[in-house]
């Protein structure tokens, strides 16, 4: 059995798209999914069919018009989510979420819904760590 070395050994995991590695691609794609703006907006996306930008705007409150627009395309780049225009007086741009999109939605409304139900849990935790320091 030929011995490999540590960059023959690097270069199969991020073929494997191991994301313990800083190169490989899978961690960029972990990143950009567990950004806030990322997992609010597929929430919001996974409740209707599909959403102007400006019913994403509202609903979603606090996000800048240049995070949204960054987030959407960050999504529809990764194919989560797909940009539909329509020709209209004004122009009909409509976003709604991928297949791929909607394969992760059940994971990331768990977390959502994690976080809300567990919040009082991690505000105590808080008070008690701020509280020694």
């Known amino acids: 059995m030929p011995t490999r070395s540590a960059a023959q050994r690097r270069a199969e995991a991020k073929q494997a798209y191991n994301a313990y590695l800083a190169e490989c691609p899978s961690r960029q794609l972990l990143a950009s999914i567990s ?7 597929l929430n919001a996306l996974g409740m209707q069919e599909s959403s102007r930008y400006s019913d ?6 606090g996000v800048s018009q240049k995070m949204l ?3 959407l395309r960050t999504l529809e780049r990764d194919g989560l989510v797909r940009r539909q225009v329509t020709a209209a007086v004004p122009v009909r741009v409509d976003y709604a979420l991928t297949t791929l999109g909607r394969s992760l939605l059940p994971v990331i409304e768990e977390i959502k819904q994690w976080a809300e139900q567990n919040m009082n849990h991690v505000r105590q935790a808080r008070g008690r ?3 020694r320091a």
């Open 129 to 131: 760590y701020d509280a």
């Open 56 to 61: 994403l705007a509202r609903q979603i409150a």
């Open 69 to 71: 627009t960054q987030t």
């Open 35 to 41: 950004d806030k703006w990322v997992s609010l907006v």
